[in-house]
C-alpha cells in the first residue's frame, strides 16, 4: 500500500475519483472519456500546486518516505559496476555505511553512503542509517584508498543522525566525525557530495565535505531534526512544522545561503515516483562535475574546497 502523507489528501483523492469513473465506464461501457479527462487535468494542476508549495515539514516528510530511492538503489542503476568493500580494520564492519569502487559512465570513482535499510529486518540490520564510528572510520578508510589510486569520490546522504549510543560515544563517535572533517577538506582527489534524503547534523557532515554539495529537491540538510529542535526549545514535538520553518533546512534555503552548490530536481511528486528519472540525473550532475573538476591540480582542489568552507558562516572576534 503506498504511502501518502496528509498535504497529499487532495491528490489522493482525486485519484481515487479517476479510478472509480474508470471502473463505472468498464462496467456500463458509458464513454466517459471527458470526464476522465477533466479530472486527469484537475489532478495535475493539484499535483504541481502542492508540491511546488511545499513547507519545510512537508519536505522533512518527503524526504522520509518509505519508497525513497537509497544508496544502493542509486549504486544499482547509475553505476556499471561495484564491487563493495567492507570494515574500518579496527573494531568490525558498520552496515549503516556502505561503499566501494564503482564505475559511474565509464569513469572509475570510489561511491559512499548511508544506508537506511527498506524493511524492518533490513532497517534493524543497516541501524536505521545511523552509522558507529566504524562506519565514518569505514568511509574514511575507503576515501583515503581512493586518493592512493586517484579516484575521485561520490558521497550519498541519507541519515537521521549518527548513532547516539553509549557505546558509539565510548568508541569515539565525536573523534570519528571530526576526524573525516580534517582528512576530507585536504584529501587530493575531487569530491562530490548529494544529499538523498535526510542530512542530519554530524552524522551528515562526517561525510559531507566536498568541492561539490547537492541537495536534491525534496530534502533536507540541518544541525537538528525538527522534532528534536521542538523538543528542546518548546518541551514538546508539537512545534516540529514552526521549527522545520526556523531552521530554514530546505535545499533552497541552504542554497540561498550559500551552503550547497545546487539542487537537483525530482520527478513531479517526489525521486520515489520515478527512481529512473532522479538516477539518471544524479550521474548526469556527477559526470558533469568530474569532468571539471578532474582538471584541477591537487593543491588547487584542496586550496578552493579548503576557502569555500571557510567563507560559510559569520565569525565575531
Known sequence: METTFDFEKPIADLQLQIEKVRQVADKTK????????E???????????????????????MSRHPDRPQTLDY????????????GDRNVKDDKAIVGGFATIGGQPVMIIGHQKGKNTKERQFRNFGMANPEGYRKALRLMKLAEKFNKPVITLIDTMGAYPGIEAEERGQGEAIARNLLEMAVLKVPIICIVIGEGAS?????????DKVYMLEHTWYSVISPESCSSILWRSWDYKERAA????????????????????????????????????????????????????????????????FSKMGVVIE
Open 245 to 308: 520553518e526556523a531552521l530554514k533546512l530546505t535545499a533552497a534555503d541552504m542554497l540561498n545561503n550559500g551552503l550547497i552548490d545546487g539542487i537537483i530536481p525530482e520527478p513531479l511528486g517526489g525521486a520515489h515516483h520515478n527512481p529512473a528519472e532522479i538516477a539518471e540525473s544524479v550521474k548526469q550532475q556527477v559526470l558533469a562535475d568530474l569532468a571539471v573538476l578532474q582538471k584541477k591540480p591537487a593543491g588547487q582542489l584542496v586550496s578552493e574546497r579548503i576557502d569555500k
Open 39 to 61: 479530472l486527469q487535468d484537475k489532478l495535475e494542476k493539484t499535483k504541481h500546486q502542492i508540491y511546488s508549495n511545499m513547507t519545510g515539514w512537508q519536505k522533512v516528510q
Open 30 to 37: 458509458v464513454d466517459m472519456s471527458a470526464t476522465l479527462t
Open 202 to 210: 554530524g552524522g551528515a557532515l562526517g561525510i559531507g565535505v566536498g
Open 75 to 86: 549504486v544499482s542503476q547509475i553505476c556499471e559496476q561495484f564491487i563493495e568493500l567492507h
